[in-house]
C-alpha cells in the first residue's frame, strides 16, 4: 500500500520543496567539465549541446556515476555530493532504456520499489500503477522485446519513477526512436512529466527536444555553459554560432553605435567593392544600441536582387553566391560577404534571379527584421 502521506498521482513524489543546485566541475582525460545547474520544481532544463560538449559527463556526475573534481549537488537543499549512486534520489533513463530483458514491463518498474524495501504486492501495485498512467496497462505482461520503442521508452520513464525520485535524468531519451515515432513520443513525454514535481534534466542535442520538452534550456559548449534561458528566448536570441545555427538564424557580433552595429573584423574603411554609406560591414537595427552587441535575423528576412534595391529596405548588402540548396519548400542560398550569410528564397525567385554559383547579388534585409542585443 501506498504510505498515506503520499499524493495519490502515481508520478507526484513526497511533498517537499524539489530543487535542483548543482556546480560540477569534472575531468575526464584532457576534458574538463565546468558548469553550474540549477532547476525549480516541477522544471525540466535541457542540456543541449554539440557531440562531446560534456552533457552526458554533467548528467553522470550528477547520478554520481562520475566523480566530481570539485563543486557540489543539492537536491531539496540536501547535500548529496557525496551519496552513493543507489542511494541519491534519482531516477535515470538511458538512450537504450536498459530494460531487463527476462522481465515484464510490470516486473521491470517493480524492481526499484523491491530494492528500496517495498513489499511485492506493493511494488506490483505501484508499478500498475505507473504503467496504466503511461497507458501501458495493456501492456504490463509484455517482455521488452514485444514493446515498439516508443513502449519501452515509457516503460524505461515508468521504471525510473517507481523510485520516487526528485531528479529525473533523461540521457537522449528520443535517440533510438526513429522520426515518426519520435514526433509522437516527444510531445507524448511532455504531458507524462507535467504531473512530475521533481527536476528533470534532459539532455539532447535535438534543438526541438529542447524546444519542446523544455521549461529552460542550459547550452554546453566545450564543457561550459554558454547560454541559457527560457527556449524561446534561446531561439530568438542565440549567442553562439552553434545556437544561432540550431535554431536556424543567421548571428553576427559587433559594436553598436546607435541604429547601427558595425560587424566585429569589418573596417567601414576597407569597404569592399559595392559599398554604400549601408555598407556590407554595417547593419542598421531598430532600436539605438550602444556597446558589444549581437544581430540576429532569420535566412527567410533576406530578400535577394539583381541591382542594388531602391526602397525603405536599409540594410544592403553586395555579396557572393557560394551555394544552393534545397531546404524545405524553400530554396538555400549561402552567401560569401562581408557579412556572411544564408537567404531561404522561393524556387520562383531563384529561376528569376538565374544564380548559380560566383554570382554577385544584393542581399537585403528590413531593419525591423534585425533582433539586436547585448553582446
Ligand atoms: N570514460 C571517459 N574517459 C575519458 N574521457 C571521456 C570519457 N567519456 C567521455 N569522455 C570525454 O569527455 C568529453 C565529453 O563527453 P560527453 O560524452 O560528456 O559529451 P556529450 O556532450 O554527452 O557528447 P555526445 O552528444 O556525443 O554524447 C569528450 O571529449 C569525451 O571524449
Known sequence: MRPTDQPANPVAGPARAPALEAELRVRR?????????????????????????????????LAGLVPLTGGHVLVDGADETTT?????????????????????????????????????????A???ELLEHMDLGAHAQSKPRQLSGGQAQRVALARALAVRPRLLLLDEPMAALDASTRIDVRSRLRHLLEDFDGVTVLVTHDPLDAMVLAD??????????VQRGEPAEVARRPRTSYVARLVGLNLFQGRGEGETVVLDGQDPGEAAEGWTPDGPALVTVREPHHGPALVAF????????PEHPHGSTRNV????????????????????????????????????????????????????EVECYPG
Request: aromatic content about 6%.
Open 317 to 368: 548588402w553586395r555579396l557572393t553566391v557560394d551555394g544552393i540548396e534545397r531546404f524545405g519548400d524553400q530554396v538555400r542560398v549561402h552567401l560569401d560577404g562581408p557579412p556572411s550569410l544564408v537567404a531561404d528564397i522561393t524556387p520562383a525567385a531563384l529561376a528569376e534571379l538565374g544564380l548559380s554559383r560566383g554570382d554577385t547579388v544584393w542581399a537585403g534585409v528590413k531593419a525591423s
Open 216 to 225: 529552460r534550456i542550459a547550452v554546453i559548449e566545450s564543457g561550459r555553459v
Open 126 to 128: 505501484r508499478a500498475g
Open 298 to 305: 532569420p535566412p527567410r528576412a533576406v530578400a535577394l536582387y
Open 84 to 124: 552513493a549512486v543507489e542511494c541519491r534520489p534519482i531516477g535515470m533513463v538511458f538512450q537504450d532504456y536498459l530494460l531487463f530483458e527476462h522481465m515484464s514491463a510490470l516486473e521491470n518498474v517493480a524492481f526499484g520499489p523491491r530494492c528500496q524495501g517495498a513489499g511485492r504486492s506493493e511494488a506490483r
Open 29 to 61: 582525460g584532457d576534458f574538463t567539465l565546468d558548469v553550474s545547474l540549477t532547476a525549480g520544481p516541477g522544471e525540466i532544463l535541457a542540456l543541449l549541446g554539440p557531440n562531446g560538449a560534456g552533457k552526458s559527463s554533467a548528467l553522470r556526475a
